[in-house]
Structure formats: C-alpha cells, structure tokens
C-alpha cells in the first residue's frame, strides 16, 4: 500500500533520494565502499560537502554575498546555545512564537541579557504577534520562521538595525525569500533537506567574531568556516542524502518552482477545513503554515472513524502534538498534491457521514 507520510519530522523525502542514498550505502559511485565507510577526508566526500555547502548557498541565492555555508551536529537545539555564545555581547532580542522559541531563550539567558519583544504564548502561540516594537541596540534579533506544533508562520520578517537572526527548520527551502535580509539562518535537516543528524547554519561572516568571551572551539562559527565544515568527523550519511535532496531541489526548478506546489497543497487542506464544519482550524488564518496544518474535529463521535479512514488509506503521521491536539498534517517539499488530496477526501467524506 501506498503510504502517504504527514510526519511533521523526520519526514517525507523524495523518493528518488532515498534510492539512490540506499545504493550509496551499499556502494559509493563504483568505487567499491560504501558512503558510510569511506574516509570523511577522502576526495569523494570532500567533494560531497562541497557540493551539499554550494547548493545551500545557490538556492538561497547567497553565493557570493559574503555567507558561508556549514552542516553541523548537534540539531536546531546546539544552535540555540551557538547563535547566543558567538553573537550575545550584552542583550540580545526574541520574538517568542512557540515552543522552539522558548527553548532558544532559555539558552541564550546563559550569556547575556534576553529581551522577550513579543509574545503570543498567553494565546497558546495560535497567532504570530504584530505591531511590535523592536527597539534599537541589540546584539541581534531572533526569530523563528515556522512553527510546526502549532501551524504558525511569519509572512513578513521585521526591518532591523542589528543582525537578524531566524531558526527555519521547518521551512527552508519552501518558499521565496530575500535571504540576504538575515545575517544567520539554521535549520535542522530532518524536515526539508534530509535525515536527521545534520544542521544547516548559513552566516554572514562579518558579524562574527565581536564578542569578548572567549568561544570553545567547537561551538565557534568561525571554527568551522576555517575547516570548511569538517573540524570533526561530520555526519557524512546526513549530509550525503542532504545533498542529493538540494539537487533535486534545484532539478525541480528551485524554491520558486516547490514554492507553486506548496501553495496549492496549503490551499486544499485550508479550504477543506473553512468549508467543512465537521473541522476546526487552529491557528490565526492569517497566520497559517505553508508546511504544518493544525486542525481539530469538532464532533469527537467521529474522530473513530476519521482515524480509520486514514489508517485504511495509508495515511501517516497526523496527530497533533499534545501541547494543541487534535491533527497535523505537515506538507513537507517532498510530498505530493496528490497525498493531499488523499486527506482532503477523506475529510470530505466525513461530513456526509455526520
């Protein structure tokens, strides 16, 4: 049976990837070892980091512009520790639009002084905040793009006077963007780019270096621009599949081109669940997530049947997390329109049931 994989992450990733990874971990291109065994300073990976750090750079359409490029370990959670010990001097800015947020301030309270800008956490995080008022001198600002437990996404990022920070874990590579608008952009493979086990950090290089403590060398950004990626043994099956995936991107046509097809999916699933009172949007509509659709079942007598009609449709991983309930269906770039109109058929057929 076919599986239709809504796993808010790891996830979905396109299936022609995953083929060709499997072969490499039998045999890396007919040189008779496999990807996972071969020397991470041979000339064949060397070649894949490179490669994997180039796309990063030409989809966001940075290459050129004074970035670098980094996989690294440790996931978005090293990152909260990271972007705070290379950038916090003295007092630094967040906007808290949910649990990811939330984890990034409490590591940063480590170093310097953390100024909460707004908040929509008294509202359950349903909303992203507006009319706030960044204030001036900070060490940098940060945000989070998507937030995928409760189906929120920033639509527009505000103007700074200091390096503008953005966890896109969940979105990256989804849709158009000004990119050169943020000095520090990471994201956690496991949602867009790969399997788990690899970061994506992509840094403006000139905002490094200004603070006065003293970095441990394996948390330095600069550390890892100075060895191109490969300080320590990097995850090399991570950033292998990572690669092939931004390959295909690029193949695809680029972000504009998934961009299209991730609109239409966010489309059908939101106009099924305003049409269809058998369910209930959970985040602000004008707020919603492209990647993450939050929604709950206003009649609980036919969450049964819901639940079935998925499990017999090869539906997977839509629950919602515990802190909202109800379901989640994350749209991931590998997943096709069709998937989607398998759930949204199924939600139709549940109001006539009703």
């Known amino acids: 049976m076919q599986k239709h994989n809504f796993s808010a992450g790891p996830c979905i990733l396109p299936k022609e990837v995953m083929k060709k990874a499997s072969e490499a971990v039998v045999e890396l291109e007919e040189s008779g070892l496999s990807l996972i065994e071969i020397s991470h300073r041979s000339d064949a990976f060397v070649e894949i980091m490179e490669t994997a750090r180039s796309l990063a750079l030409e989809l966001l359409g940075l290459t050129g512009k004074g970035y670098k490029a980094l996989f690294l370990q440790g996931g ?48 359950n995080f349903n909303h992203i905040p507006k009319n706030y008022v960044v204030p001036q001198g900070l060490d940098y600002l940060h945000v989070t793009s998507n937030n995928t437990i409760f189906g929120t996404q920033l639509k527009s990022f505000p103007k700074v006077d200091c390096p503008l920070v953005c966890d896109m874990s969940s979105d990256i590579f989804s849709r158009q963007l000004d990119f050169s608008k943020f000095d520090l952009i990471y994201a956690g493979a496991q949602k867009n780019m790969g399997p788990a086990g690899a970061t994506l950090v992509v840094v403006k290089e000139d905002i490094l270096g200004k603070v006065s403590r003293q970095v441990p060398s394996m948390l330095n950004y600069q550390t890892h621009i100075s060895k191109d990626s490969m300080f320590n043994t990097p995850p090399v099956f991570a950033v292998y599949v990572s690669m092939l995936t931004l390959q295909w991107l690029k193949d695809f046509g680029g972000i504009a081109a998934i961009e299209e097809i991730n609109t239409k999916k966010a489309n059908l699933i939101y106009s099924e669940i305003d049409l269809n009172p058998v369910f209930s949007g959970f985040a602000a509509k004008e707020d919603r997530s492209v990647m993450n659709a939050t929604f709950t079942i206003t009649d609980d007598t036919l969450k049964d049947l819901f639940d079935a009609k998925c499990m017999e449709a090869g539906i997977n991983g839509i629950k919602g997390h515990r802190s909202v309930g109800g379901y989640r269906a994350s749209m991931y770039n590998a997943l096709s329109l069709d998937s989607v109109g398998v759930l949204v058929d199924i939600m139709s057929d549940l109001e006539r049931k009703g």
């Open 76 to 123: 978005a959670s090293m990152q909260f520790l990271m972007v705070a010990y290379n950038l916090l001097e003295s007092k630094a800015g967040y906007l808290n639009t949910g649990t990811w947020s939330l984890k990034a301030i409490k590591e940063a309270k480590l170093y310097g002084e953390v100024l909460e800008v707004a908040s929509s956490q008294e509202q």
